[in-house]
T-cell receptor, first 113, second 112 residues
Framework: EAQVTQNPRYLITVTGKKLTVTCSQN?????MSWYRQDPGLGLRQIYY???????DKGDVPEGYKVSRKEKRNFPLILESPSPNQTSLYFC????????????FGPGTRLLVL | GENVEQHPSTLSVQEGDSAVIKCTYS??????FPWYKQELGKRPQLIID?????GEKKDQRIAVTLNKTAKHFSLHITETQPEDSAVYFC???????????FGAGTRLFVKA
């Protein structure tokens, strides 16, 4: 089944404790992206990747890192989480770019205390 | 700057009525305009999209119209049903199609 998966689905952590949210897709898509969703603000793009080893900043990259060592995986890294990073995070992928249908993962709800 | 404005933020309609949601974008080079539906607790899913070489696209009860001159596009839902209740997001690509900006969303309530 073609899909985008994320782990964990729910995470409670404390300020400053490094964490990684994984994202994987099995559709051989070149383009992958991370979004955060906050009430009243919609979906805001954190980082995107056009292909292996090619990443760029979205609108809200501060406090986040990403890597794209393999085509199928695009982990989101919070090196020193802060309470303002409490949010619902979605990973998405599309065949080649943001100018095509994006397929979203199930979401990761993060609470930073 | 890069922006997508979406209105209204909340929309309540009676079952069977029509609903219209509008979005305005700022980059005249944008050429792809999708609409996503997000049901409560679920992930966003594409419901319809349009490319800049057409002015209207229809799929059963939903349609999207595009006005490139005015830089706005709209989602039209006819004969609304309770299962249409959800949050709807518009989006537009920037930076050559790699960056994506979403509207803030419209929460649609369809009253039975």
């Amino acid at each position: 089944e073609a899909q985008v998966t994320q782990n964990p689905r729910y995470l409670i952590t404390v300020t400053g404790k490094k964490l990684t949210v994984t994202c994987s897709q099995n559709m051989n898509h070149e383009y992958m992206s991370w979004y955060r969703q906050d009430p009243g603000l919609g979906l805001r793009q954190i980082y995107y990747s056009m292909n292996v080893e090619v990443t760029d900043k979205g609108d809200v990259p501060e406090g986040y890192k990403v890597s794209r060592k393999e085509k199928r995986n695009f982990p989101l890294i919070l090196e020193s989480p802060s309470p303002n990073q409490t949010s619902l995070y979605f990973c998405a992928s599309s065949p080649r770019s943001g100018a095509e249908t994006q397929y979203f993962g199930p979401g990761t709800r993060l609470l930073v205390l | 700057g890069e922006n997508v404005e979406q209105h209204p933020s909340t929309l309540s309609v009676q079952e069977g009525d029509s609903a219209v949601i509008k979005c305005t974008y700022s980059d005249s080079a944008s050429n792809y305009f999708p609409w996503y539906k997000q049901e409560l607790g679920k992930r966003p899913q594409l419901i319809i999209d349009i490319r800049s070489n057409v002015g209207e696209k229809k799929d059963q009860r939903i349609a999207v119209t595009l006005n490139k001159t005015a830089k706005h596009f709209s989602l039209h839902i006819t004969e609304t049903q309770p299962e249409d209740s959800a949050v709807y997001f518009c989006a537009a690509p920037y930076t050559g199609g790699f960056k994506t900006i979403f509207g803030a969303g419209t929460r649609l309530f369809v009253k039975a």
